[in-house]
């Protein structure tokens, strides 16, 4: 409870930087679903964007709410993106992905003018790899991925469903859970894992973020990248 009120709180924050007439990257996650909400509050009061949603339960969301939408085969430049993280450190690097949309998430946030985050306070750590990273990959490659990443030091599992069977995203793809423990150099370790093929994308995403904005108890603090 203390942690879904963090991420309101995060999320209410966020919206101050949304304007009149803007397009808006829109996130995936419980923690982006409360943005989604937010806007949508605005929508109603007469707020004027378009949205671009980054999976298909958030297009979901926010036509409900009746927030106009477009596509990035319309309108490829957005003005500010805003969405959850699984980890931020102090360089705001995040671990993103355990909603499954990381391939989606981080196309919209590099096609942003401003990548905003928003995170309850469990999410911040000195150092990233608490989390397991995802590791978006082709089937067809899976296995092959799978024993190059476990030759990197991770501990490697495939995202399954409830029924066992594996997660499938929107694009089609598969995701591998990835435990790394720390990650002393994001960086680094974001090269390796895109230089391998079959990888589709990774959930780290280095130096994007411009803000992130955290829930600690009643406030809400705000980082900025330096």
Sequence with gaps: MANDKEKEAAARASVRFVNDGDVVGLGTGSTAAYVVRCLGERVQAGLK??????????????????????????????????????EFDPKLQLTKGGGGALLREKIIASASRQFVVIADSSKQVPVLGAFPLPVEVIPFAEALVAKEIAALGAKVNVRQTPDGKPFITDEGHHILDCRFGRIPDPPSLARKLSDTPGVVEHGLFINMADVVLMGKGDEVVEFRRK
């Design 49 to 86: 964007i378009v949205g671009i949603p980054t999976s298909v339960r958030t297009k979901e969301l926010a036509a409900s709410l009746g927030i106009s939408l477009t596509t990035l085969d319309e309108c490829q430049q957005i003005d500010v993106a805003i969405d959850g993280a699984d």
